[in-house]
Nanobody, 124 residues
Framework: QVQLVESGGGLVQAGGSLRLSCAASGRTGSTYGMGWFRQAPGKEREFVAHIAWNDDNTDYADSVRGRFTISRDNAKDTVYLQMNSLKVEDTAVYYC?????????????????WGPGTQVTVSS
């Protein structure tokens, strides 16, 4: 089992920044990659960013590329999402999730472990 806990959400004005953290514990070695997803009220959960534990390649949704940066600290089993130039439309609950090797990173159904989520609200 792997446990994930997000932190760092909050209320911020448009144009501001937040850094989300996702602390992983348990059998993290059984997972290959970590993703951030978000879900706004009335909308489906959507892919935001991805990074593998042992690969420096990163991937982003078009809507956040150039504004968000995903990173990891393997020593701390923690993944981060630095969010800059936030927009009102970034308002959502943000989730981190862990996936095994060999499945596409973009689909939420491929992720086995999920955190409870952290609310990000961007005001105009």
């Amino acid at each position: 089992q792997v446990q994930l806990v997000e932190s760092g959400g909050g209320l911020v004005q448009a144009g501001g920044s937040l850094r989300l953290s996702c602390a992983a514990s348990g059998r993290t070695g059984s997972t290959y990659g970590m993703g951030w997803f978000r879900q706004a009220p009335g909308k489906e959960r959507e892919f935001v960013a991805h990074i593998a534990w042992n690969d420096d390649n990163t991937d982003y949704a078009d809507s956040v590329r150039g504004r968000f940066t995903i990173s990891r600290d393997n020593a701390k089993d923690t993944v981060y999402l630095q969010m800059n130039s936030l927009k009102v439309e970034d308002t959502a609950v943000y989730y981190c999730a862990a996936r095994p090797f060999g499945v596409t990173r973009y689909l939420s159904r491929n992720y086995i472990y999920w955190g409870p989520g952290t609310q990000v609200t961007v005001s105009s």
